[in-house]
């Protein structure tokens, strides 16, 4: 996902050639493209024919994809642990800086 969020709009091609230049283990195309249309099936990633060859382009922004990933697993965490995870957040929250702390709430009220 970051390459394609980087990039605009990525082939699986352009994906792998900038996986294997940039780490150390290599990885081949079929496990790229597999990634790649799990992505799409997921909504995460959106597919459009360009002749012959797929292009990928991302369905969300990083920001948004974040914050619906943070959602989704505050409420599994919550779901799991209840008050024993709220008490973590406020001990947590109780430990923050006060500007970061105010800046927080002034996120959460816009919601």
Same mark, same amino acid.
């Given at each position: ?6 990039? =605009?709009?990525?082939?699986? &091609?352009?994906?792998? =050639? ?8 290599? @990885? ?16 995460? *990633?959106? @597919?459009?024919?360009? =002749? ?7 369905? *969300? ?16 965490? *919550? ?11 406020? &001990?947590?929250?109780? &430990?923050?800086?006060?500007?970061? &702390?105010?800046?927080?709430?002034? *996120?959460?009220? @816009?919601?």
């Amino acid at each position: 996902m970051d390459i394609v969020w980087r990039e =605009g709009r990525s082939t699986v &091609r352009e994906v792998l =050639g900038i996986l294997n230049a940039t780490e150390d283990r290599v @990885r081949a195309y079929t496990t790229v493209l597999t990634i790649m249309q799990r992505l799409d099936d997921k909504g995460l *990633l959106e @597919r459009e024919r360009d =002749g012959r060859t797929d292009v990928y382009r991302p369905a *969300l922004t990083a920001e948004v994809y974040r914050d619906r990933r943070a959602a989704a697993d505050i409420d599994d965490l *919550l779901d799991r642990y209840e008050d024993e995870a709220l008490v973590h957040f406020a &001990r947590r929250l109780a &430990r923050l800086d006060p500007d970061r &702390r105010r800046r927080l709430q002034r *996120l959460a009220r @816009r919601d």
